[in-house]
């Protein structure tokens, strides 16, 4: 059975520290794993997509990366608005288009 | 450009009435999510649509849930009759099909409240 588990589930940084964040996975044939930010009373928002192992996305202070068993999110010197929970999801090698989610983790960036 | 719009935002109602809930897809877009989400469970999909055809229903917990796809701009979920567990944030998300890897993107959600 396809499983994500993500931490850590909150993690506190003072502006400018920068920390990394981690999505595991266990699923039958990666086809794409995901990263989306929430913020509160909003629905996800899509940040990056990754393909296969040794893959790196960037994206103003945040970068992703994958190997074949876990991805992390690398957050360079944040500021207060990187706060937010971060998801990570996959997709499988099946022929369907479903995601699985992990539960997220919750980064808080004070000044 | 328009994303996905939910409707309505909030919704709170007494237990055993039925809900219903709006979503409208990004234009273009031919394959349609439902999700719920709640602090317990995290985001679960509760069925997908793929051209208008329901794919995957296998996450919908109850015969009480239903969803409809009637043409390619427009969604519902409905609840009927709602009971208080069903209290939770209802998303709605839509990509673009089969692609690989397309990204799906969410709707701001509905909260609903079953009292």
């Known amino acids: 059975e396809d499983q994500v588990t993500q931490s850590p589930e909150a993690l506190r940084l003072q502006e400018g520290e920068s920390s990394s964040l981690n999505c595991s996975y266990t699923?039958?044939?990666?086809?794409?794993l995901f990263w989306y930010r929430q913020d509160p009373g909003k629905g996800p928002e899509f940040l990056f997509t990754l393909y296969s192992a040794g893959e790196e996305k960037e994206k103003e202070r945040l970068k992703a990366t994958l190997t074949k068993k876990e991805s992390f999110l690398h957050i360079t010197a944040p500021k207060p608005e990187d706060s937010a929970t971060y998801l990570c999801?996959?997709?499988?090698?099946?022929?369907?288009?479903?995601?699985?989610f992990g539960t997220g983790t919750l980064l808080a960036v004070q000044p | 450009d328009a994303g996905v719009i939910q409707s309505p935002r909030h919704e709170v109602t007494e237990m055993g009435q039925e809900v219903t809930l709006r979503c409208k897809p990004i234009?273009?877009?031919?394959?349609l999510f439902w999700y719920r989400q709640t602090m317990m469970r995290g985001l679960e999909l509760l069925i997908y649509?793929?051209?208008?055809?329901?794919?995957?229903d296998s996450g919908m917990p109850e015969d009480r849930f239903s969803a409809k796809m009637p043409n390619a701009s427009f969604s519902t979920l409905k609840i009927q009759p709602s009971e208080p567990r069903d209290s939770a944030v209802y998303f709605c998300?839509?990509?673009?099909?089969?692609?690989?890897?397309?990204?799906?993107?969410f709707g701001d959600g509905t909260r609903l409240s079953i009292l």
């Open positions: 649509f793929n051209n208008n055809v329901p794919i995957d």
């Open positions: 999801a996959v997709q499988d090698g099946g022929a369907t288009n479903k995601l699985i």
């Open positions: 699923v039958s044939g990666l086809r794409g």
């Open positions: 998300a839509s990509s673009l099909g089969q692609g690989r890897n397309q990204p799906q993107h």
């Open positions: 234009s273009g877009h031919n394959s």
